[in-house]
């Protein structure tokens, strides 16, 4: 507990302790949504011809869809027209050939967003690759995870080094007539990370991705694609901020994993994009698709801890397409002020004893709106499948709202599916009898947030949870009046 | 279905609107009032978030031929006593086809302002009341019923009154052309402390593919308790469509239970408004599906006062290609501090083609409440047959335990001793002659 006691002396003064703006040239492009933006950015990225086929399918696919209205959040249309979907730092001729000869001021951005790029200072076992705005500006720890015969890359990169593996993979777990916002995605995405783990490797160490939004009226489109082969295991995280500003930005994002027979794939996510302030002005959009496919023996987890973003939409999923195989979906949704989030999970049981568990915490506080919709699919032939969901709700004051949707369907008799769900508030004899033990009142609560959050910080790498916790803490700071 | 049959479909419904016109004068606008919603909307589809799970296609291939009248079948008492309840000391309201048979109605002496009648007899005198809390409800079947309703049950408990026997009402159809379509609106009032038991029967005794609309509005005064049990027990082609709208007083306690054994399609809407502090509200159900049958409840509790209890108990037991659909909503709004409740949804496959669609849903405002639920789809649990068996139970024996622990669960709460007893029954014999129970 001492840790979150400091961060809250720490930041009584601000709340977004992210929200700065990094002050470089940028190379953007003109707000606007049409097919020579698309050929803009395919050039810009030097990608095939196939790619740019497959963007311009996706982009004339997106044009007939409608922007879905089911998910329960409020926000005024978003104008794709407005948006500028490229833009990342100037580089100087080539640009540059390794971390050193990076901008400083990047560098900068970055030690103070506590993700030190150089090697030396960044904590040894975790590999990073940064995203400012529609670039990847560079990626540590290359070299050693190449010795594993891990590809560690951005995503850009890699349709460059390696076409036949992100030509194969790319868009069969997501085809781009998913939905509105991968169609999106698939049509205008910048840049984002590409790793590839090899038969029977695990990974040596935790590969991470962190994003950063940085110029204004702009979106960020990454891609991500993990492949994990054979018997090959591999961690990854996720990190994402943005500065503070009164207009909405949208971040669209797809992520896409495929777990080979026997791979296992972790993935976590703490997602910190600005929230807005408390009247709802500003803030990022975040309509995000992520899904995995498993095969035959495979693992994904998902872990998420979503604290910012105006507006979250986003639904980790997992297809247990493979016999044996397990989904397995950890999340916390914090949503305060004006914040409202439609977040939960989609697991497809297709294979026979496949497995499932949802543990998902949302915590509302001040306007927050904090909704857990997710599905839980048995096919006809998931023989002995087997599904736990645990949906818990937090309520901090009395107008916010916690919501939950669940979708079961069983086509299976041998299946067995649990759903639970509870809500409640953190009660006055719990605080009383903190404040009775000496424990300020905005520290109970902490506390009794970080006890009611357990069973998914504990599915955290360890770095990451004490970050997260934290992160909690800042979130709520205020809301007990 | 495509546009053009939903326009075919509606001119269809005009024709018949011209036969319905000739039950009097004054309920005119209410039923053009009612048309006209429903050429609006049409039917729904599955692409409406609300019919996902339930396909009209089996009502839609039909004709549609409004039931004024009744059938000309002739039914004596006799027909009567084979129905369910019917041994118990109940006065009884029947209707055949949407229409009150003198004939087969029983009804006792009532403590004074007590009604237990049909709704064409009080007219006009009670039309201002019908459709009070129904016509707010975007279900196009409200619509159609608004528009073609014949007849159905009128029941008003004064204030400190108390219905002297349970009134059984007893729906029969003898529909024998396939698509006639029966339309049923029953109004129940209880006053302040009123009390009473009400029964509800739907037979068919027709061999046809019919389909029967029942809108029910009960209207709950403060410290009333109402219990209201409902047997749906069509033929397996008929078309059941009801739709319970309830709003209920402050400190009042309402019971609903709903047994849909029957149809080939029934769709339960059960509409809770609960605007004043310290109701308690229990809705109670069970179905039981075989062949093709799809079994729908749908409901929403709204909970917009404090201190209210609602809970809701729904079990399925599921066999061959048959389909359970089940959506629960329970809304509390930011005024309904202190709110307590809970849903379940407990569902049993027998077979390897039955399907079960679950939506329990919350959708919460206010901080102080206890709000809980849970959904569970599965086979009987393997490490209860084991401890059963451990105890000299054959394996036979210990399913059909566990299996009437499953229906008695639901069946058990049911006050009124003597139809509880006869529903057990029941449940039980339908499950061992129709159902894989091993």
Redo the contacts between chains.
């Keep these: 507990m001492s840790a979150s006691t400091d961060t809250i002396d720490n930041f009584v003064a601000s709340d977004y302790k992210y929200g700065f703006t990094t002050d470089i040239e940028s190379e953007s492009l003109e707000p606007g949504l049409n097919e020579d933006v698309i050929r803009f950015i395919s050039a810009k990225k030097h990608e095939p011809e196939w790619l740019l086929e497959w963007r311009l399918k996706a982009f004339r696919h997106f044009e007939k869809m409608e922007n879905p209205s089911w998910p329960h959040v409020k926000y005024p249309p978003v104008n794709f027209q407005e948006i500028s979907y490229y833009s990342a730092p100037k580089k100087k001729g080539d640009g540059p050939k390794s971390l050193d000869e990076v901008d400083p001021k990047l560098l900068e951005t970055y030690e103070k967003l506590g993700v030190p790029l150089h090697e030396r200072a960044r904590l040894a076992g975790v590999a990073v690759d940064a995203v400012f705005d529609s670039e990847s500006i560079g990626t540590t720890f290359k070299e050693d995870l190449a010795k594993a015969g891990v590809i560690f890359c951005p995503i850009s990169e890699a349709v460059r080094e390696h076409p036949e593996l992100v030509r194969k993979y790319i868009g069969t777990v997501v085809p781009y007539t998913d939905n509105y916002y991968s169609a999106l995605n698939s049509a205008v995405f910048s840049d984002g990370s590409f790793v590839y783990i090899p038969k029977g490797t695990r990974c040596p160490m935790e590969l991470s991705t962190y994003f950063r939004i940085n110029a204004a009226n702009t979106g960020q489109f990454e891609r991500t694609l993990i492949v994990a082969e054979e018997s090959s295991h591999v961690s990854y995280l996720e990190g994402c901020t943005a500065p503070m500003r009164d207009e909405n930005q949208l971040h669209a994002a797809v992520v896409e994993l495929v777990a080979l027979d026997n791979a296992e794939i972790k993935y976590s996510t703490v997602q910190n994009w600005y929230p807005g302030d408390e009247e709802g002005r500003g803030g990022i959009y975040n309509f995000v698709t992520k899904r995995g496919m498993c095969k035959t023996n495979a693992k994904i987890s998902w872990t998420q801890v979503e604290t910012g973003s105006a507006i979250t939409w986003k639904y980790p999923s997992v297809i247990l397409k493979g016999d044996n195989s397990v989904g397995e979906f950890y999340s916390i949704a914090l949503t305060n002020k004006a914040q409202q989030a439609d977040t939960g999970t989609k697991m497809i049981h297709i294979g026979k004893n496949t497995r499932s568990t949802i543990i998902s915490k949302g915590i509302s506080a001040g306007r927050g709106q904090n909704s857990y919709r997710g599905l839980v699919q048995v096919g006809k032939k998931a023989v002995n499948a087997r599904n736990f969901s645990q949906c818990d709700s937090l309520l901090i004051g009395n107008k916010c709202g916690a919501h939950t949707f669940p979708y079961i369907e069983a086509k299976n008799p041998t299946a067995s599916i649990e759903h639970e769900a509870t809500t409640s508030k953190i009660g006055e004899d719990q605080i009383f009898y903190c404040n009775q033990r000496g424990l300020e009142t905005q520290d109970a609560v902490n506390m009794i947030v970080n006890g009611f959050c357990k069973e998914v910080f504990r599915e955290l790498p360890m770095e990451f949870a004490v970050e997260a916790q934290k992160l909690l803490d800042v979130s709520l700071e205020g809301s007990v009046g | 279905m495509s546009s053009t049959a939903v326009i075919d479909w509606a001119k269809g419904a005009a024709h018949a609107f011209a036969g319905i016109k000739q039950r009097g004068i004054s309920m005119l606008p209410f039923r053009h009032a009612g048309i006209t919603r429903f050429q609006e909307t049409g039917l729904p589809t599955t692409k409406d978030?609300d019919w996902r799970f339930t396909s009209l296609k089996p009502f839609i291939e039909l004709p549609f031929e409004i039931m004024i009248e009744s059938g000309s079948q002739t039914i004596d008492q006799s027909a009567i006593g084979d129905i369910a309840f019917s041994q118990h000391d109940t006065d009884r309201l029947v209707f055949v086809d949407g229409n009150i048979s003198s004939e087969l109605s029983q009804i006792s002496e009532q403590s004074e302002g007590v009604i237990v009648s049909n709704l064409a007899s009080a007219s006009p005198a009670i039309e201002n009341k019908i459709g009070n809390l129904s016509s707010e409800d975007q279900n196009p079947f409200i619509a159609l019923n608004d528009a073609f309703f014949t007849d159905g049950a009128w029941i008003h408990i004064p204030a400190n009154s108390t219905l002297s026997k349970p009134v059984h009402i007893v729906f029969l159809y003898t529909a024998i052309k396939a698509g006639q379509a029966s339309h049923i609106r029953n109004l129940i009032i209880a006053e302040t402390n009123a009390k009473g038991t009400i029964i509800e029967s739907h037979i068919t005794l027709g061999q046809a593919a019919a389909s029967t609309n029942v809108v029910t509005e009960t209207q709950l005064g403060d410290g009333s308790n109402i219990e209201h049990i409902k047997l749906q027990d069509q033929s397996s082609l008929a078309i059941h469509f009801a739709s319970l709208h309830s709003k209920l007083g402050g400190n009042s306690c309402y019971a609903f239970h709903s047994f849909a054994l029957g149809a080939q399609l029934s769709r339960n809407n059960l509409r809770m408004d609960l605007t004043k502090p310290g109701i308690e509200c229990t809705l109670n159900g069970l179905y039981m599906t075989r062949s093709r049958q799809l079994a729908d409840h749908h409901m929403i509790v709204n909970h917009a006062a404090p201190h209210c209890d609602s809970h809701e108990y729904f079990n399925g037991i599921l066999d061959d290609q048959s389909r359970g659909v089940f959506h629960g909503r329970i809304l509390v709004d930011?005024e309904a501090?202190k709110t307590d409740a809970k849903q379940t949804n407990k569902?049993l496959?027998?077979?390897?083609?039955?399907?079960?669609?679950?939506?329990?849903?919350?959708?919460?405002?206010?901080?102080?409440?206890?709000?809980?639920?849970?959904?569970?789809?599965?086979?009987l649990d393997n490490e209860a047959i084991f401890y059963l068996r451990a105890r000299g139970l054959d394996a036979q024996t210990a399913r059909r335990m566990l299996m009437h622990g499953f229906t008695g669960e639901i069946v058990e709460r049911i006050q009124q001793n003597d139809i509880r007893d006869e529903l057990n029954e029941l449940v039980w014999s339908r499950l061992e002659n129709e159902h894989h129970l091993n």
Excluded at chain 2, 351 to 370: F, G, R
């Design positions: 978030e930011s501090q569902n496959i027998l077979s390897d083609n039955a399907t079960v669609n679950s939506k329990p849903q919350l959708e919460i405002y206010a901080d102080d409440v206890k709000c809980t639920h849970g959904a569970t789809i599965g086979e």
